[in-house]
């Protein structure tokens, strides 16, 4: 049955374009976040990452070569529509036309991402996701995608990893745009779900397109069976893996279990939920690691805060996470409860390795989410695939270069490809 799962790869514009400014491309937030070295681990930035934007085809190949079926990577809004809106730069258009017809020409399935976190800057200094009129900036670009691409992709993913995006960008200050603040956080998290919603029904006006979410999902435990730490455990869970899916099942905000969502009511205009409900085709399923919360009065909105795995005592990576690719079974089984019909991903799951690191771990983190997606089948659950985070090794965000997911090496002066000990692994897995 595991042969039956379709195998891919995902990457995002921001980590793995470069050109940053190239053919009438617009500045985006990450843009403008990584020139404050100070916001960036190693001091680097994006302006070449691993140059897709003129290597697409050597890492193409290097995907089909490996066996990868599905190549999913995100579209650079601001490389779409420099200013977020008005004029449309063709040249931008062509870039992703020639990815995508050249994915088509050697046999993988182009999947598009619609938004992985680089908002137009000028969509930014008017205040980004925290500004309602973010909803239609949004609704006009997928609008532009739709017809451009849609009569050549059929999986779209709309937003990647709302919380992500929001908690990181809005609330804790260290993605990119760098905001912080409650308020900030429960606009945008409204804003984002919403456009998304929007976005869906946008698509769905072609035929035979499937459109999805991708969600993040941690797992979480609390740190002792203390009723105390049980409930700050489930704020957590509310707050990393029911926020951004629930409201589009109709569910509204988990209130109940995470009372913080009230501030987002005065956000919500009359309508909002009901447009809010979203039956997308599929949901893709990100998970990577496992967070443990005790219960902590004095931290503001939350009441609960993370026992590092350090002060735990168990090991992690290069991230500075706890590794756990049991939540692959773990969330996909969970998911399924929601809707069991409903076709699932593991539209991204992956582990950093330091440089020098022994690459073994990584295909060890891959044989457990292997017996755990074996174990989803058995129990009939609805998956599809897996798509692996990620090719080539590249830009982590405020991590910089340190941590690298990919399967391929990057050599970061020639920007040469090299497979590691993972990809041969998966080729052969793939092949056999
Ligand atoms: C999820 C994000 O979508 C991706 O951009 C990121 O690199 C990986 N997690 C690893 O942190």
């Given amino acids: 049955m595991i042969g039956d799962l379709k195998w891919g790869v995902t990457i995002s514009a921001v980590q793995t374009e470069g050109a940053y400014k190239k053919d009438g491309k617009g500045i985006s937030i990450w843009d403008t976040f990584a020139k404050n070295k100070s916001k960036i681990k190693d001091r ?19 995907a089909v070569h490996i066996g990868l079926k599905i190549f999913r990577f995100s579209i650079s809004w601001s ?31 182009p999947w598009i991402t ?53 908690g990181a960008g809005y609330f804790l200050g260290i993605h990119a745009p760098g905001k912080r603040g409650i ?11 919403l456009a998304q919603a929007k976005g869906y029904r946008v698509l769905k006006k072609e035929k035979g397109l499937q459109v999805g979410t991708a969600i993040s999902c941690t797992k979480i435990d609390p740190y ?46 009359d309508g ?54 049991e939540g ?10 929601y809707n069991p019909e409903k076709p699932l991903w593991l539209s991204e799951c992956g582990m950093a390795l330091g440089e020098g690191e022994d690459d073994q771990k990584r295909i060890e983190y891959y044989k457990r989410v292997i017996e755990g997606a074996k174990n989803v089948l058995e129990k009939r659950i609805n998956l599809k695939g897996i798509l692996v985070w990620t090719l080539v090794d590249n830009f982590e965000w405020a991590e910089g270069y340190i941590p690298k997911f990919g399967i391929i090496s990057l050599d970061e002066k020639n920007l040469d490809r090299t497979m590691k000990k993972t990809a041969i692994w998966l080729k052969k897995k793939l092949s056999s």
């Fill in 224 to 269: 002792t069976k203390s009723l105390k730490d049980q409930k700050a455990a489930k704020k957590i869970d509310a707050l990393m893996n029911r926020l951004c899916i629930e409201p589009h099942l109709g569910m509204g905000y988990p209130e109940k279990d995470l009372p913080l969502t009230k501030r987002i009511e005065k956000f919500i205009e």
């Fill in 183 to 193: 308020k900030n956080f429960s606009a945008g998290i409204h804003h984002i779900l």
């Fill in 328 to 337: 692959a079974y773990y969330f996909l089984e969970r998911f399924s409860k």
């Fill in 114 to 166: 619609t938004y992985h976190w680089d908002l137009p800057q000028e969509l930014q200094d008017k205040g980004g996701w925290r500004n309602r009129e973010i909803l239609f900036c949004y609704e006009n670009y997928i609008k532009i995608l739709r017809d451009n691409y849609a009569d050549r992709v059929t999986h779209w993913i709309l937003i990647n990893e709302a919380i992500v995006c929001i």
């Fill in 44 to 62: 680097s930035d994006a302006s070449i990452a691993t140059d897709f934007y003129h290597r697409y085809k050597e890492d193409i190949d290097l």
């Fill in 79 to 109: 490389r779409i529509l420099p200013k977020g809106t008005g004029a449309i730069n063709q040249k931008g258009i062509d870039f992703y036309n020639n990815v995508i017809n050249y994915c088509l020409s050697v046999g993988v399935e």
């Fill in 272 to 325: 909002d939920m009901e447009e809010m409900k979203t039956n997308f085709d599929f949901w893709g399923i990100q998970t990577y690691a496992r967070e443990v919360v005790k219960s902590a009065w004095y931290v503001p909105y939350l009441g609960a805060m993370l026992v590092s795995p350090k002060k735990r005592k168990v090991p992690v990576s290069i991230m500075g996470w706890e590794t756990y690719p």
